[in-house]
Structure formats: C-alpha cells, structure tokens
C-alpha cells in the first residue's frame, strides 16, 4: 500500500507556542486530510484540502496542499492544553480508499 | 444524534475463536469502511462498502471478512483470529464517494488475541 511519512513523530511544546507537522507520500493524491485524535476515541476531521497549492483555515488551524500533490502541511498557532491528542493525514485520490499517516502525537505543557 | 456505534469496546479472546464486531450508523450513509490502528503505522484500511452488497478490499484484507446486507450495519468478521490482528478497530461512515470532507469514525474496539 502507499506510505504516508509524518514528521515528527511526537512534540513537547509550551502552551502558547505554534506547532508544524508535515505528511509526505511516494505517490500524489487529489484530496489531503488532516485528523485529530483524542484519547479513546475515534478520529475528527479537522481540514480538507482538494485542489494544489490550497491553503484552508479552521480557526487556529491552517492546513495546506502541496503543489506537489505528494505532500502536506498542518500548522497550529497558539496551542492550548486542549490541542494534545495525535494528528493524522490522509490522502485520497478515489473518496473510497484512503490513506492514512503514522500520527504526530501532540503534547501541552501548560 | 448522528453517530457511528461499535460493539463491543473491548474483547478478548484466544486464538481461533471466530467473532464479530458490529458497527452501524444512523446517518443514511452509503459508504461504510474498517481500519485497524496499530502503534507507530497510523490507520490501515481493511475493508469498505460503497452500498450495500458492495464491498471491496483495502490495504490489509488478510484474516478478515465484512458483510453489508443493510445499509446501517457494516460487521467486521474474524473468523480464526491470531494474535497478530490485535489492535484498535475503527469503523467509519461518510454520505457518498463525493464527500471525502465527511468521514465519522466509531468510537472503536480494542481487540487483544491471546
């Protein structure tokens, strides 16, 4: 199947700090997802991206669609404790297969 | 409320001894979809139903079996599990092959094979 690499694979950070995580694939897609999991729970679509180049906010979420189509980016502005959980892309090119990456677990320290 | 329902949370059980976990949705949703979240490889596609009495692989099918005779309930089989099909299941639902922005997810079954 295809791989989605996300980087990095875990970060401690300040509340109050911005965070960057990127998801990078061997193959292109035509739709990126962005996910957030709390725990014991299932995954919640954060972003959805569909077109190259995109750039989508979602309050202090901002996600955005490689020109490439083989990558994509997530950034957080201003974390607060709430944002802990493990963040998740996904691509898709048919809507009934998708892709998911290995998680970028988000920790607070308030 | 819209929400996808699993059942059960948690199972253990011993290697070989078939079971099932059920999933079903009150959305009127078409498409319907199992994953398996393991440490460290993210969610991993198993099956998925575009309607029902359609279902296609996904990218880890092995040891697995769906079926999807109404369109709410999408049950995942294991028909002789093995220890390595431990993991966290995830079911998932959307309105169409067109609203890719619109995936719930169940709250999830954790499976442990001994």
């Known amino acids: 199947g295809q791989q989605l690499n996300q980087s990095p694979q875990s970060m401690f950070i300040q509340e109050g700090e911005d965070v960057s995580m990127n998801c990078t694939s061997s193959s292109i897609f035509n739709t990126w997802l962005w996910y957030k999991q709390d725990p014991g729970e299932g995954p919640v679509l954060l972003i959805a991206l569909y077109k190259a180049g995109e750039l989508t906010s979602n309050g202090r979420l901002t996600a955005q669609f490689g020109i490439t189509r083989k990558d994509s980016f997530l950034n957080i502005s201003a974390s607060i404790p709430s944002d802990v959980g493990i963040y998740f892309c996904a691509g898709t090119n048919t809507g009934n297969q998708f892709y998911f990456g290995t998680g970028t677990s988000l920790t607070v320290i308030p | 409320e819209a929400q996808v329902t699993q059942n059960p949370r948690y199972l253990i059980t011993v290697t070989g001894k078939k079971l099932t976990v059920t999933c079903s949705q009150n959305m009127n949703h078409e498409y319907m979809s199992w994953y398996r979240q393991d440490p460290g490889l993210g969610l991993r596609q198993i099956y998925y139903s575009m309607n029902v009495e359609v279902t296609d692989k996904g990218d880890v099918?092995?040891?697995?079996?769906?079926?999807?005779?109404?369109?709410?309930?999408?049950?995942?089989?294991?028909?002789?599990?093995?220890?390595?099909?431990?993991?966290?299941?995830?079911?998932?639902?959307?309105?169409?092959?067109?609203?890719?922005?619109?995936?719930?997810?169940?709250?999830?079954?954790?499976?442990?094979?001994?």
């Open chain 2, 61 to 114: 099918p092995e040891g697995y079996k769906v079926s999807r005779k109404e369109k709410r309930n999408f049950p995942l089989i294991l028909e002789s599990p093995s220890p390595n099909q431990t993991s966290l299941y995830f079911c998932a639902s959307l309105p169409g092959q067109g609203y890719v922005g619109e995936q719930f997810f169940g709250p999830g079954t954790r499976l442990t094979v001994l």
